[in-house]
């Protein structure tokens, strides 16, 4: 059920809209010391003279997202006009015509799908196209069961109004002097509300600042604490049946860790042999299992993580051999007899430190810091978003501009190494939902890396994306890490069309993020 607008309507009653009626916020003004916001509202049949009524920011509060959008074009409009307004030769006394702007554009389309919902709310306030005009072509109205939708101006009263002339050049010029920070102020709260509602690790919140400029991330973004495969074009798991645990390991062996015994566990079948530990016949053994591809099971194996009974402030980091390699981490699962503190169990549980989304002041967005100190091979969190097929992905790149900011992810791992077709792989989209690691930017000296771990060995297509610390990190810092993650020493394509600029200052910058 979607959110409800809350309309006032002839000063004593309060009637409420449903949110999904709101199409979009068309301008603002500021009138007798109230920030109001024009409100577009849908209508089932697409029209060009759709209702549109004012209200005040704080009956608004409920579709924050669309007040977010109108500021966010009418800010990148009124910068693009100051880029005009700077080039203008003072001499000419020339106007420069005005750019095309996401701005303007938007205003221009015509109606939304009609939702197949009820048309709903509201108010009955009587029309007037005296001035100031404050309804302009249409109504909110309610029906006898006090449903309310909206309803196309008829009466020689209401202004038609196209919705290609709005907002009017005097409806901009008011608008852009408008102030806009009690709306700003609304949709800053709303996200951090929205923050306060992530699953995490108790204590371990989610903080957001900005002291740079006055933007909010997208309310739009859901946070997730789990994939969301896109299973309607064919996205799925490897069958739960593939998934095997381990049954040779116990809570109870030894040191009362779980997993204890590398040799024994099947969740470390394809986990990386620990050569240090073979004596000459298993060496012979293991070199010929590799010649031709048979099991490594049974050879000694490196677990991924160092035991709690290891070295003081290294429980759960990476121990250097999996922190330096490109090896997947095959973790324990819900299958295993080895219980819930297996050493072999850490990206599983969750993003267990404090982070920060805080906005950067080098051009990057929006970037993700620390609270607490950080040591090498710590687990920061993992890369969460929608799980759809490369196609998706692939058009879902050609529908957005280069320039905008990428958040898909391949699951390629095993791609090369099990023949996996490009168009069978999965992509990882973090744009509309996703966690906080989706604010993690590119450094080409980066402090953190990205790593693949399983819980499934079978399942070869969907996977964890952990990020892990690849040195310590004092807090405060921000977490980056290399986009393109390429073995040393291997050379960058040569700078295409729209390749995009690197901005991540370090000393080695390779100029490019994508070429
Ligand atoms: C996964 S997002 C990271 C979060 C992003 N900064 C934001 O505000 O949402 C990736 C995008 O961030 C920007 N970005 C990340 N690292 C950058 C860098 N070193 N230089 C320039 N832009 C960067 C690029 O727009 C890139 O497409």
Request: charged share 30%; glycine share 6%.
């Amino acid at each position: 059920m979607p959110s409800m607008v809350v309309i006032p309507t002839n000063g004593h009653v309060r009637r409420r809209v449903l949110v999904d009626r709101v199409h979009s916020i068309v301008s603002n003004r500021v009138q007798n010391g109230d920030e109001q916001y024009l409100v577009r509202w849908s209508t089932d049949s697409p029209t060009n003279t759709p209702p549109l009524s004012w209200h005040s920011i704080t009956e608004l509060l409920r579709c924050l997202e669309h007040v977010q959008d109108y500021l966010d074009g009418r800010e990148k409009f009124m910068q693009a006009s100051s880029q005009i307004r700077k080039r203008k030769n003072p001499d000419s006394g020339l106007e420069v015509e005005r750019r095309a702007s996401p701005f303007d554009r938007r205003l221009q389309t015509g109606s939304r799908t009609p939702s197949a919902s009820r048309s709903s709310s509201v108010s009955s306030a009587a029309p007037s196209t005296s001035s100031p005009i404050d309804i302009y072509n249409g109504v909110l109205d309610a029906d006898e069961h006090h449903a309310i939708f909206c309803r196309n101006s008829t009466g020689a009263d209401i202004a038609r109004l196209d919705i290609r002339t709005v907002p009017t050049p005097d409806m901009s010029r008011t608008a852009h002097r408008a102030s806009v920070d009690k709306a700003l102020t609304y949709i800053r709260n709303e996200y951090v509300r929205k923050l306060a509602r992530v699953p995490g690790k108790e204590g371990k919140a989610l903080y957001l600042i900005n002291s740079v400029d006055s933007s909010t991330p997208s309310l739009r973004f859901r946070y997730i604490s789990e994939y969301v495969l896109d299973e309607k074009n064919g996205v799925y798991r490897a069958s739960s049946e593939t998934q095997q645990g381990c049954t040779k390991c116990s809570p109870h062996m030894g040191r009362n860790i779980g997993c204890e015994y590398t040799k024994k566990c099947d969740c470390l079948e394809y986990a990386a042999v620990d050569e240090s530990r073979l004596d000459a016949a298993e060496k012979a053994k293991y070199d010929e299992a590799r010649a031709t591809g048979a099991s490594t099971m049974g050879f000694s194996k490196k677990f991924p993580y160092f035991a709690s009974s290891n070295k003081r402030g290294k429980t759960r980091c990476l121990v250097p051999f999996y922190l330096n390699s490109r090896r997947p981490i095959y973790e324990c699962n819900d299958k295993c007899d080895c219980g819930p503190y297996c050493r072999n169990k850490n990206v599983q549980f969750g993003r267990q430190v404090e982070v920060e989304i805080f906005r950067t002041s080098g051009g990057r967005g929006w970037g993700l810091r620390c609270k607490e100190d950080l040591c090498q091979g710590q687990f920061i969190d993992t890369y969460r978003g929608e799980v759809i097929t490369d196609a998706e992905a692939t058009r879902r790149e050609h529908a957005s501009s280069k320039a905008k900011a990428s958040y898909l992810y391949s699951l390629d791992k095993f791609a090369v190494s099990e023949s996996i077709a490009d168009e069978d792989i999965y992509v990882v989209d973090g744009e509309f939902m996703g966690g906080p690691s989706k604010f993690i930017n590119h450094s080409c000296e980066p402090n953190c890396r990205q790593y693949t771990v399983s819980y499934n060995k079978h399942d070869l297509r969907v996977y964890d994306i952990a990020f892990f610390a690849c040195r310590p990190i004092p807090k405060g810092e921000e977490l980056t890490f290399d986009y393109l993650d390429k073995d040393e020493g291997t050379s960058m394509d040569e700078p295409g069309e729209g390749a995009i600029p690197c901005l991540c200052g370090a000393a080695k910058c390779r100029k490019w993020l994508w070429t």
